[in-house]
């Protein structure tokens, strides 16, 4: 990055916005779709159509939404517009007049009703643990601990992402760290209502998380959802000074780099994938890496174009519940790249990134593995 | 109209939304709608994406048969309204042409789809040890069709000449919808198309020479108190052999305006630099003489870390916008001797009418420049707005006392049409145009004619009176 994008507000940086599409050449949904209405330039037009009180319909505002959030345009954008932030507040100035997109809203009334955006009952929550073969000594739940491992929505209740979570407990375990889950009182981050513009809806979840945490006082609490820990950071921080709030991947390097972690080895070629809202909005590019490199017999191989490297898989942003079939033909497109590789498997270090690449490669037919950094950690343990 | 392309496209090509529509009906530069609902049609009547040339080839078939207006898009990062219609019909949006379709390391040749941007193209040849000899300074969104079809100076330009220089092929769809090929030795010649900007034809591939990757890159940045040291200094370099890859040049108004933008300079804009930076490139011993060219000049440079972010910022001009947040621009084609009389003008004009103008540019040849004048504006007060538009022709009329004309023409700039093209060459150009598209649909009202309102007797008073009252509100607020 070249310097710090700036945010002074939807319209003023509508009307700074050049139309020069910059952005839209590196926008993954515009890439997909391909009518300027889904290009970020378009997208800034249409939000200045929505504040001018051009009336929209329901589809054509929907464009707003289809964007994953990865914020790849914000790293290009000629003018220095922070437009991570500009999409958050179009999709709020959108929902505000009563233009969300139905699957969006849909989760939001979910997680306000549950506590989770599936709409599950939220008593479930750690039920994961049940199907471990055994569950680490170290985890006190239901206790105070000086760590606290938040979840999140996907790795509680969904299948395929349930693995992560439970191999990160595995990892823990390893070490003899004393940790607890907020188990069935943890409440969905919000992210998934900040992404629908519906900021105002997630309050009463944060404040509760906030509470939660405030009761358990721990040192540090950690994500294995870098949507979960971004969320954390940017509105649960300052009501919870002195907490450390780090993804599993940074707080595993650290323990690496203390020698506190078992040795790894395992004989695969991998390809990593950055999770956008851990390496490209979180900052956090080589923790993942550097534990895979930890890893005897293990190759990490590089997507040559530097340009395709950190591309976004198509999970972000709320855009499964807005369009799924644009989510997988992004899936499958980022599965085929990485593929390319000649990796054997693809590893991120997000729960999300982790569920789309996998239903990617399904539709693609491809072979490859998908799994979460701490699930090849946790099976590459000597 | 959308019966034309419904004819070539499945129905999932082919836009006729209105708000769909809007978004095609504009480029970098805004216009207030009363200016162009006075005498244009800029919101197409319907948007159509081919997918491969043949459908390209096809859909200009039917538009010529029918007499449709087409016009084609890829990135519409100009401000001319090159790629906006302004008599109604078809937009070609051209992008699903992107990619790489063949790199020949031996020859050192590409094949590329014309939607494909120049830095997509510079990163898959960066993987074969290969470059572009040069790139637009919008690398990151112009496109290689769009950049070939309005002159292609730029970035390397100094070095390696006009893009044009570079072509080896280009594959053309016609308006009779015939699909060809063209070369510097064909009927109709290449050359022609390098300069239609999309009058002729659709370019949907290209065949352009390419370069080792340079093994080593040596960027100074100086700089000068006046502007006439740094033009002899862009004269004196410009000369030195081996030629350097680009010189590229900003004016004091530029730094103030970035400063003012809240952005980061490297010197402090009240001590009014002139900043000159010089990238040379190519093997390293030669390279390494660049030193001794810019030794032999009279001037300062500062620390190679901040000439490295300079160089790292080269595409990235657009930055002064937030100053605006609108801005608007004339961009001349100046020669070198004529430079520090257009900087020195420039500057006097801006403080006399105590309005920000900020000059930027880079050398393309040994004796042309592309500069870039461009002063904050806001769009969304209408009325002002409109009024700062007029101030664009003082500094045409500025560069065109100094030897300059303005760079690329589109429509807004064929009010300039007799500083662009003399008679025989005005001619010229139009039988080509009634060679190849004698229906006259392929981006109609460009180029090659004045509408009646951008015409000497309306366009000099009108701007004159709207220029004269910016100014009077420029300096009222100061």
Known sequence: MKWVASFDGLAQEAAICAYCGYCRAVCPTYSAVGWESCSPRGRVHLARMLLEGVPLSPSQAARIYHCTLCGRCSEVCATGIDLRRFWLEARKTTAERALGPAGAEEAVRQAVLSGNIYGYDNDERAGWLDYMDEVPDSLRLGERADLVYFVGCSSSFSPRAQRIAESFVLLLGETGIQFTLLGKDERCCGYPLLAAGRLAEARTLIQENVALCREMSPSAVVFTCPACRLMWMEHYARELPGVRLLHSTEYLWALQMEGRLPSFHLESKVAYHYPCDLARSGGVYDPPRMLLNSVRGLQVLEISSPSQREECCGGGGDLEMVDPSLVAELAVRRVSRLAGTGADAIVTACPQCVRTLSRGAEKAGCQVEVMDVVELLARARL | ?478
């Open chain 2, 1 to 478: 109209m959308s019966t034309i392309a419904t004819k070539v496209l499945p129905p999932e090509r082919i836009s006729t939304d209105p708000i769909e529509r809007k978004l095609y009906s504009r480029d970098v530069a805004p216009v207030p709608e009363v200016i162009t609902g006075a005498f244009l049609r800029t919101t197409p009547d319907a948007v159509v994406r081919p997918g491969n040339s043949e459908q390209v080839a096809a859909l200009l078939r039917e538009a010529t048969r029918a007499r449709v207006p087409v016009t084609t898009r890829a990135a519409a990062s100009t401000g001319f309204y090159n790629t906006v219609p302004v008599r109604g019909g078809l937009v070609l949006d051209v992008n699903d042409l992107r990619g790489v379709v063949r790199i020949d390391t031996s020859r050192k040749t590409v094949r590329v789809l014309p939607a494909t941007t120049w830095q997509e193209l510079d990163d898959a040849l960066s993987t074969y040890g290969l470059a572009t000899m040069s790139y637009p300074s919008s690398a990151v969104s112009a496109t290689v069709g769009g950049w070939i079809s309005t002159q292609g100076h730029g970035i390397g330009s100094l070095r390696y000449g006009a893009v044009a220089d570079q072509l080896v092929e280009l594959e053309v769809a016609l308006p009779d919808g015939r699909l060809t090929h063209v070369d510097a030795k064909s009927f109709p010649p290449m050359g022609w198309f390098t300069e239609a900007e999309g009058t002729l034809g659709v370019i949907t591939a290209a065949e352009l020479s390419v370069r080792p990757r340079p093994e080593a890159e040596s960027i100074h940045l100086l700089i000068f108190d006046e502007g006439g040291e740094l033009a002899d200094a862009i004269r004196s370099l410009a000369r030195w052999e081996p030629r350097p890859f680009t010189l590229t040049f900003a004016d004091p108004g530029y730094f103030a305006l970035l400063s003012g933008a809240g952005f980061r300079t490297p010197l402090d804009p009240t001590q009014h630099p002139y900043l000159l930076l010089a990238c040379f490139q190519g093997d390293p011993r030669l390279v390494g003489r660049a030193r001794n060219a810019v030794a032999r000049l009279h001037h300062r440079e500062l620390p190679p870390e901040m000439a490295s972010e300079e160089w790292g910022q080269r595409l990235y001009h657009l930055r002064v916008k937030r100053a605006g947040p609108s801005l608007l621009a004339a961009e001349l084609w100046m020669p070198l001797s004529g430079l520090a009389g257009y900087l020195r003008s420039v500057a006097r004009l801006s403080s006399a009418v105590c309005l920000p103008v900020a000059s930027y540019g880079v050398a393309v040849s040994q004796d042309w420049a592309m500069v870039m004048s461009v002063y904050p504006a806001d769009e969304r007060r209408k009325l002002a707005y409109l009024c700062a538009i007029g101030f664009t022709k003082r500094l045409h009329d500025l560069g065109a006392r100094n030897g300059g004309r303005p760079y690329g023409v589109g429509l807004w700039n064929t009010a300039y049409l007799p500083r662009l093209f003399d008679r025989d060459r005005l001619a010229e150009l139009r039988s080509r145009k009634a060679a190849l598209d004698p229906a006259g649909i392929m981006n109609p009202g460009k180029l090659y004619g004045t509408p009646l309102p951008l015409r000497a007797p309306l366009f000099g008073p009108a701007s004159w009176a709207l220029s004269t009252l910016f100014v009077a509100s420029s300096r009222r607020r100061q």
